[in-house]
């Protein structure tokens, strides 16, 4: 079976960072993301500069990468002036983002979840214009910071919304890391049964480290896309407590060992956390840039022995 995953290191990964980040860093984790296997990008998201800097040079990014025609690059925009600039660039899919929760939305977009959703009508109609794709995500449908846990119920209303809107598929947003593997499958199960035409992504951060379980839970629940970040950066400027994604080392590492094709080269994504790691000047949490993968050998010879 093939696991495709979205390589999230450029928008989500950086986005939280403390300190700036050069466009050439953008440019370049992107094209050795690419020669490591990955052909789905977030490359950016169009927000306001000022909401969250880090971003404040997503057209550049996407001049300067120049990507083939075999990759796919998707920006966040959370409004019509976020589609208008996407629309200006080279992007063929506009990630419309917005949360589950009436706090987090206030946090993330100042604005309830009824508007977020109205916000995006003028946004479909400018990506069809466009010859664009939109797709839908939502944060926060597992857990909210500032409301707990999400209930199921109230992520499918938002989610049947934005079915009846015209998005055909639908990011689930675990912005927190505190889904458990049962939540996903009440989740999913509950989507299935309410808007059985919606194709479902997940997008998991492991704060907890409950990342891969969520995603055998999903591989077994029949989602086949997921999304990560090299070296596992990340994070939520509006939700206090967010640490990063699930790194696409470990993710790949573990569905190359469980017998699932990915596409990717784990050596070169391994290579690309460690060169990360140096450009961003600390060590990254991805626990294959700590621990070699699965059936490594050293040499016996030269080693300490134990005496006796």
Known sequence: MHIEITEVSPRDGLQNEPQPVATEI?????????????????????VSPRAVPRMADAAEVIAQLDAGPDITLQALVPNLRGAERAAQTAVQEWVCFMSATESHSQANSNCSVDEAVARFEPVLALAKAEGKRAVAALAASFGCPFEGVTPVGQTVQVAKKLHALGFSE?????????????????????????????????????TRGLSLANVLTGINLGITRYESSVGGIGGCPFAP?????????????????????????LDACIDT?????????????????????????IPLDGITRAVG
């Open 26 to 46: 953008k440019v370049e984790l992107a094209k050795r993301m690419i020669a490591a296997g990955a052909r789905r990008f977030e490359i950016t998201s169009f």
């Open 170 to 206: 639908l990011k689930l947003g675990d912005t927190i890391g505190t889904a458990t593997p049962s939540q996903i499958t009440q989740m999913v199960h509950a989507l299935r049964a309410e808007v059985p035409d919606l194709d479902l992504i997940l997008h998991l951060h492991d």
């Open 241 to 265: 407590g967010a640490t990063g994604n699930v790194s696409t080392e470990d993710l790949v590492h573990f569905l190359h060992a469980e017998g699932y094709e990915t596409g990717f080269d």
């Open 273 to 297: 956390g460690h060169w990360l790691s140096k450009a961003l000047g600390r060590p990254l949490p991805a626990r294959l840039l700590k621990a070699p993968p699965i059936g490594t050998t």
